[in-house]
């Protein structure tokens, strides 16, 4: 298998901030790689020095065999960029922006078929800047597809998607994948990466913290069982339940969850400290790990949670 | 080996000038700015003026001859000067500028197309004026001259699209564009025999703020070539020099300052426009 992208301890700052802090990933040809973390992770910062939009501090990088931060015209011939924030002209419609950006490509895609491929067949001859937030993000997938890529870089692409327009540009994904693309996206929705990606780097400020298969990352914490109860309101403090608890709690209103790699002893602890209180733990639940609770074991789940968009909302 | 690649450079400078002239008339206000508001101001000034005449070194002229140039050549200034520095900040802001930058379109040919899209809008606004100060006001105009009125409109309208670029580049957001570029361009105008004719009379730092900058000398060059009491060829080589100068300045200015990303903070990719002056 040929490599796409090789990335070695590529260092990124601004001023005191280290963005990118010595990441290193390979993506091999036909492979999808989701970037997975939270706000202001780096993972913008990432892909958007293998596009050659940024320039890094260090590290070496190979895009196609090409440095981005020096590929000229035909490198970008075949890459397709689908930017987290990119402006378009929005008084030309979907189907004239289409076609002016298509003719700057060796090979460019059928502009009618790229339309339907990204359902806007009825929007195609509206401008742009009437179209909706969702719509308007399909413009930019459908920008970043005109030129038939062979690599394809998607920043977030269906944040702002309907659910049904999410699985539809998912379909669109997975399509382009099984046509021998290659795919780097980021994304905040674990349904998305699991279902999309070969392979899954979670980021978290700068650097890469675990990167494996969905199914390889869920199996690094496959030991560990998720323990989950509904606690009522209680006068007398938690330290008897908490303290001696082997796995790590985490609470979310009335409800408790946490991760054991001895579920056993934790049960046992947790109901018999019930059974002397006489309390009942509705909504109790034992269930192996999912990817979520992956995700949020490695990133840290107090800082940037509520706002790093999980799938769940 | 670029050459493999899409279709021809020409062909795509062609392809962006038409798309941005699309874009052009689907925004009313640049096209009140740049082609409507000369030809009103020429009527109405005519309105005002109209029986008036004024006297040159030569002889009693007309009023309209005195506007139809000046105003033919405000129309230039607004469209490329003021219309190119308020497009391209708002394209940086709003990240097309970083979006072409991703494409195999090599960055200067969207450029071009929005320069060029710019000055075919003063060619438009000068043919509108030129063609109402001739046929309802009588105005001047001698093919032997016109030469000199093509060369005095080509030279002048590069010098204020390179200068839409370098103002463009030297601010830092959109939304600072249209403000400074009517700061710029107005009390200009004043200065330099747009809506006022002043030779003698003025104050001399006036005459020279007038003299430094390229609109006097782009009024009058233009004028000359439309005056009945110039000689043909009718070339000021002087004052076209001055522009040609502006020109080479505005152009170091913009090759050197010119950027593609939004500045951090600027309004980016969102709420656009209004494109309001
Ligand atoms: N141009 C810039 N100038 C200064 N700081 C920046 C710049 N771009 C990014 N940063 C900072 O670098 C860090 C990483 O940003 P980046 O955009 O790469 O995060 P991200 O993982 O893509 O986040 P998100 O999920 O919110 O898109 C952030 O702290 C951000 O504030
Ligand atoms: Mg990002």
Redesign the pocket.
């Known amino acids: 298998m040929t490599t796409a992208i090789r990335v070695r301890g590529l260092t990124k700052s ?2 005191d ?1 280290r ?2 802090d010595g990441v290193s990933f390979d993506v091999v040809e036909g492979e999808v790689l989701a970037i997975l ?10 892909v958007e020095i293998l596009e050659g939009h940024r320039t890094r501090d260090g590290g070496d990088v190979s895009v196609l065999g090409t440095d981005p931060g020096r590929g000229g015209r035909p490198f970008r011939d075949r890459i397709g960029i689908v930017l ?1 924030a990119a402006g378009v002209d929005r008084e030309l419609s979907t189907r004239e922006a289409l076609e002016l950006y298509g003719a700057a490509y060796s090979t460019p895609r059928s502009i009618d078929e790229l339309i339907e491929l990204v359902e806007l067949t009825d929007k195609a001859d509206d401008r742009i800047v009437s179209l909706s937030g969702g719509q308007r993000r399909r413009v930019d997938l459908a920008l970043g597809l005109i030129g038939n890529p062979e690599l394809i870089f998607l ?2 692409p269906t944040t702002g998607f309907d659910p049904r327009a999410r699985r539809r540009s998912w379909d669109v994904i997975s399509n382009l994948t099984s046509l021998g693309r290659t795919i780097v996206l ?1 994304t ?1 929705y674990l349904d998305e990466a699991e279902y999309l990606a070969d392979r899954v780097a979670v ?1 978290a400020k ?1 650097r890469i913290v675990a990167d494996g298969t969905p199914a390889e990352l869920r199996r690094s914490v496959q030991s560990d069982t998720k323990i989950a109860f509904d606690l009522p309101r209680l006068d007398e403090p938690l330290v008897e339940l908490f303290d001696p608890l082997i796995g790590q709690g985490r609470g979310r209103g009335h409800r408790v969850e946490f991760l054991t790699p001895a579920p056993t002893a934790d049960l046992a602890h947790v109901t018999s400290w019930a059974m002397q209180r006489g309390i009942e733990l509705d909504g109790l639940t034992v269930e192996s790990a999912d990817l979520e609770d992956v995700y949020l074991s490695l990133v840290g789940e107090d800082e940037d949670s509520e706002d ?1 968009g999980r799938a769940d909302g | 080996m670029d050459n493999s690649l899409g279709a021809s450079r020409v062909s795509l400078v062609v392809r962006h000038i038409r798309a941005q002239n699309r874009i052009f008339w689907r925004v009313p206000i640049g096209a009140f700015f740049a082609l409507f508001l000369p030809v009103m101001m020429l009527v109405l000034f005519v309105a005002l003026f109209g029986s008036d005449t004024y006297t040159t070194e030569y002889g009693e002229v007309s009023r309209a001859q005195f506007y139809t140039p000046a105003l033919a050549v405000f129309a230039v200034a607004s469209a490329t000067f003021t219309n190119l520095a308020i497009n391209l900040s708002i394209r940086r802001d709003e990240g097309i500028l970083r979006r072409v930058r991703g494409t195999p379109l090599p960055p200067w040919i969207y450029l071009a197309g929005v320069i060029g899209s710019a000055v075919y809008m003063a060619l438009l606004g000068t043919v509108a004026v030129v063609t109402l100060g001739v046929v309802a006001y009588g105005v001047n105009i001698e093919l032997t001259k016109l030469p000199a009125m093509l060369v005095a409109l080509v030279l002048g309208a590069t010098a204020f699209a390179t200068w839409g670029v370098a103002l463009a580049a030297l601010t830092r957001t959109a939304a600072a564009a249209p403000a400074v570029a009517n700061a710029v361009i107005l009390p200009l105008a004043f200065v330099s025999n747009v809506f006022v004719s002043f030779e003698g009379e003025a104050p001399a730092w006036l005459l020279l703020v007038g003299d430094t900058f390229p609109l006097r000398h782009f009024v009058i060059s233009f004028g000359e070539a439309m005056s009945p009491f110039s000689e043909a060829p009718a070339f000021l080589p002087e004052r076209l020099g001055v522009l040609v100068a502006w020109t080479v300045v505005g152009a170091l200015v913009a090759l050197r300052k010119f950027r593609w990303e939004p500045a ?1 903070g600027a309004s980016s990719a969102r709420g656009r426009r209004g494109n309001s002056r």
Do not use: F, R
């Open positions: 601004y001023g901030l963005a990118v973390g939270p706000n202001g992770a780096g993972k913008t910062t990432t987290q920043d977030e980021t905040h980021m700068g790093s | 951090v």
